[in-house]
């Protein structure tokens, strides 16, 4: 006995449901924000006025230079977090990728590792200067 119910055919009808609830969600995102506009209360004040600075008092002019071991600590850490995202694939297909798989992976923790140790010894990491 075969179960042809349970075998969906792939045609565009079974995509309706999608477009509606994307069509909905983007209408409705859409009029909030318009009737947000249109209805809500206009009070400027110069304290609404005012940037925010995070509750930190404003200091000066923000185009002053500032230490680049924020942004470059910053960009080693999204380095760092994307190489770490190729591990995925390995962990689930690991029983499939056998000997070749492994001896892949650790070539790439072998250069993962020696590039931290690069970032280590060039002292990007040091925050005392």
């Known amino acids: 006995m075969q179960f042809y119910f349970l075998q969906a055919a792939n045609n565009a009808t079974n995509y309706l449901p999608i ?47 500032m230490a680049i071991k924020y942004f470059l600590v910053a960009i080693l850490f999204v380095l760092f977090d994307v190489e770490v995202i190729f591990f995925y694939p390995y962990a689930v297909n690991f029983k499939e990728l056998g000997w070749g798989g492994f001896s892949a992976v650790a070539m790439f923790v072998g250069l993962f590792v020696a590039g931290f140790i690069y970032i280590i010894k060039k002292g990007a990491l040091d925050w005392e200067d």
Do not use: C, H, Y
């Not at 249109?38 to 110069?46: L, N, Q």
């Not at 609404?48 to 509750?55: A, D």
């Open 19 to 65: 477009a509606l609830q994307l069509i909905f969600a983007i209408g409705f995102i859409g009029t909030m924000i318009f009737l947000s506009e249109k209805v809500g209360p206009k009070r400027k004040t110069a304290d609404k006025l005012q940037n925010f600075e995070s509750g930190v008092e404003i200091k000066g002019n923000a185009r002053q230079p």
